[in-house]
């Protein structure tokens, strides 16, 4: 496998979900803890978290981490693509080859997802999530995307990479068109998967 790493985007305020969505817990882990032990049994010690609103109440939700793996993106307001600037930008320095963006709130994606998209990875192609008609993350960015990631600064993300009609290839993943945006949605969710 190439040298990639992950960046788990959790600095989002939730507004439409109205509490701290990263620590609300389902069969009693947080939300955050349950995507980053997916991510972790795949990255390892290439995992880092991107905290921003709410980072002290999310932050223990998480293992006892180094703390170069948490990244506290200070303009989290900015939204999606300021989380993914922080990130890139803490990770630069350290010559990964591509690195992966994920969501803490899609809960649905298994480690077989996952690793699915990482399969399909070679040095100079976009890997993305397709669902819902449209591509997404989870997604890889080849280092060459490095330079324009890192000045991103918007609620949009990388979306307008994705959309390129060249260099990107997109992978149907079912799973990841369900997040948990709303308390119905947790709701939802813990009514189907709840083990309790």
């Excluded at 305020?13 to 509490?19: K, M, W």
């Excluded at 600037?85 to 649905?108: E, R, T, V």
């Excluded at 079912?174 to 949605?185: G, K, L, V």
């Amino acid at each position: 496998m190439a040298n990639i790493a992950c960046l788990l985007l959790a600095a989002g305020q939730a507004r439409r979900f109205g509490d701290v969505k990263q620590i609300q817990t389902v069969d009693g882990t947080a939300l955050i803890r349950i995507v980053y032990d997916r991510l972790a049994g795949i990255f390892g010690t290439d995992l880092y978290v991107v905290l921003g609103a709410n980072a002290t109440q999310v932050a223990p939700a998480l293992p006892p981490l180094p703390a170069n793996h948490i990244i506290y993106n200070q303009d989290w307001a900015s939204g999606m693509g300021a989380s993914i600037a922080a990130g890139i930008k803490s990770l630069q320095h350290l010559n990964y080859d591509a690195i992966m963006i994920a969501l803490a709130d899609q809960i649905a994606i298994t480690t077989d997802d996952y690793t699915r998209l990482i399969d399909k990875l070679d040095d100079k192609t976009i890997i993305c999530a397709r669902y819902n008609d449209r591509c997404g993350a989870p997604a890889i960015f080849p280092a060459q995307h490095f330079e324009y990631l890192a000045k991103l600064n918007n609620d949009a993300g990388a979306r307008d990479l994705l959309k390129q009609e060249t260099g990107v290839i997109a992978v149907p993943v079912a799973s990841a068109a369900i997040d948990i945006d709303t308390m119905d949605d947790l709701a939802r969710w813990k009514a189907q998967h709840s083990m309790t």
